[in-house]
């Protein structure tokens, strides 16, 4: 088995905290880790760590050689963020280029999960299905009818025990068809986690991505040589960014198998999801999240970051989110937390570059 | 004519802009100017610099001596705040001590007033009357049914023209009670401004605080000589603290009269109330006001005060309040901004003296 963590995003979605860089995954944004070694300390009980590959830009790439320096997983840099499909290409071709033809599990560097074992045992079996030739993902129960998240629906009939078969991945519902799909039982989150052998998704890159994989074979020549990253570059800067999900999953003739997971897990996309997830169940309080030097008098439902080195008082709020570093401060409605590209978009119109 | 700037008070109310060490009267909360500068500009065409005397606290000595350097007007600091009964009947002996015979105009040092001709012209008028032996308080023209601000009943019928007897004194009123008091047309707000001779003035003080009016007498050998301000200490421990409302236009048997004065007043007394002030008749638009480097979007009838050097952006915000500084931040409910108090309560307890 092998492990492919995905770390290339970029980060706007937690600004002001996370920047160009310093994108979420690298960011101890929920726990006291980075995300990025989260996600490693949470799998690295299934296989030796030189199985581990991590994929991250190029421009984190010193960061993560710091963070990993005590182990030995390997790192692939990306010179540009291409999406998920190109990644996972290399990625399995970088594999099997080590002679590896167990099942890849890939999984993004910036989710949260709250209960690791069941995730594991999950994946494990998710691997054992896939040794046999198709495409495993994960499905995340879902808990509420969630209109930021894609779908999977499945086969109303098992395959086996506790698997199912894919019979579509749908995209984001609005509220009423999200309502219905969780009572149905028979969606899923995507979680975004896939799990094939190096010769599957090799074969699903020809099949779909011909001239991709063509790149690819020919990069193949190159890996771990010098002129790597030039050449990678050259590639990718003859591809178009495209998902995984869109290029191959939806696309692929061989069957697709999902196994549901309940593992309180979330993509933390927003600082209302992670509001969320730090609030767990505590839900019966006055419903507060807070961290750094804070003082709160009759607040409710509110989230106070301080991150910088000032104290941060709040006065009657309630669904406020304030965030406060050494150079700027947001001040929003928790629940439009998403917004905040609208604040980036206004500081790139207007060249400050330097909160970025 | 004299004028006496009452600037002895402390500043916990614009917290975290004002501390202890720099309370409202010295901060450019309202326009680009020191409040008490801004005051003494507002009158200073009325009087030679040598008949306007400060009233500061001695922590704040230096601070008033160097916003006045080039100007006559005297200057004596209290060794602790005692209300403004104990700050006028000092005036009134020291003006008193100089030779002065002309009436006192007294005022609060970190007021707002829209129009500066409209107050000096009821200052003037309010003079003329003191100068026949009355105490004499500018009423404010109410513009709503504020509970905030304490009013003056005046009798129904004009003692002469546009001057009325004041039949009493009330206190903050609820809201019900403000409108009745609005409607009537027979009440002012009470902005704490009087005018009366230094005789006048002294003799109430023997007939309503004799043993401070004796303690004054006593006092009076040492003003302008090295041994005063620890005279004046003693004095000062030997008394408590007052207001001049309290301790004698509510006591007093003279006639008290009122003269009415639509000038655009506020007293400034709360971050909600400043708010007014800057958004003085822009209410047509989105209701935000805002100070320093901001960046909004979609906010409304919000206060944002970036005094630090770091942008503060909001997103989606509805009636609240920011005030950013180099070393705390308040996010408030901008109509219970009143109730910063609570903040630097806990900050005391707490034994955050450096945020005092």
């Known amino acids: 088995m092998h492990v492919v963590i995905m770390a290339g995003g970029s980060g706007t979605r937690f600004w002001p905290v996370s920047r160009e860089l310093r994108p979420k995954q690298f960011?101890?944004?929920?726990?006291?880790?980075?995300?990025?070694?989260?996600?490693?300390?949470?799998?690295?009980?299934?296989?030796?760590?030189?199985?581990?590959?991590?994929?991250?830009?190029?421009?984190?790439?010193?960061?993560?050689?710091?963070?990993?320096?005590?182990?030995?997983?390997?790192?692939?840099?990306?010179?540009?963020?291409?999406?998920?499909?190109?990644?996972?290409?290399?990625?399995?071709?970088?594999?099997?280029?080590?002679?590896?033809?167990?099942?890849?599990?890939?999984?993004?560097?910036?989710?949260?999960?709250a209960n690791a074992e069941v995730f594991r045992n999950a994946l494990l079996q998710a691997a054992r299905l896939a040794a046999e030739g198709g495409i495993v993902t994960l499905g995340i129960v879902p808990t509420r009818p969630e209109k930021g998240y894609g779908y999977i629906k499945r086969h109303a009939q098992p395959e086996k025990d506790n698997v199912y078969r894919v019979l579509k991945f749908v995209e984001k519902p609005d509220l009423e068809t999200a309502r219905d799909y969780l009572l149905s039982g028979d969606y899923y989150w995507?979680?975004?986690?896939?799990?094939?052998?190096?010769?599957?998704?090799?074969?699903?890159?020809?099949?779909?991505?011909?001239?991709?994989?063509?790149?690819?074979?020919?990069?193949?020549?190159?890996?771990?040589?010098?002129?790597?990253?030039?050449?990678?570059?050259s590639l990718y800067d003859s591809i178009e960014g495209i998902s995984f999900d869109y290029a191959i999953m939806e696309k692929t003739s061989r069957p697709v198998y999902v196994v549901p997971c309940d593992c309180g897990w979330s993509d933390v996309g927003s600082w209302f999801s992670l509001y969320e997830v730090r609030m767990g169940n505590k839900k019966d309080g006055l419903g507060n999240v807070t961290e750094g030097n804070t003082l709160l008098i009759d607040c409710k439902d509110s989230f106070l970051v301080s991150r910088g080195k000032r104290l941060l008082t709040a006065l009657g709020l309630k669904n406020i989110l304030v965030v406060d570093t050494d150079d700027a401060i947001m001040v929003a409605d928790l629940e439009r937390s998403q917004e905040v590209k609208k604040i980036i978009d206004i500081l790139k119109e207007s060249g400050s570059i330097e909160l970025l």
Chains 1, 2 share one sequence.
């Open 27 to 113: 960011l101890n944004i929920v726990g006291d880790k980075p995300m990025v070694v989260a996600t490693y300390e949470r799998i690295k009980s299934l296989v030796t760590d030189d199985r581990i590959l991590l994929v991250v830009g190029e421009r984190h790439r010193k960061e993560t050689e710091r963070f990993f320096a005590n182990s030995a997983v390997r790192l692939l840099a990306e010179p540009k963020g291409r999406n998920t499909a190109p990644c996972i290409g290399l990625a399995a071709k970088y594999i099997d280029h080590l002679g590896g033809r167990e099942p890849i599990i890939v999984l993004p560097a910036d989710h949260y999960i």
């Open 190 to 233: 995507n979680a975004g986690i896939f799990v094939a052998t190096p010769q599957t998704l090799l074969d699903e890159f020809y099949n779909q991505m011909p001239h991709f994989a063509d790149g690819l074979d020919q990069l193949k020549l190159s890996f771990d040589r010098p002129e790597f990253q030039a050449k990678l570059e």
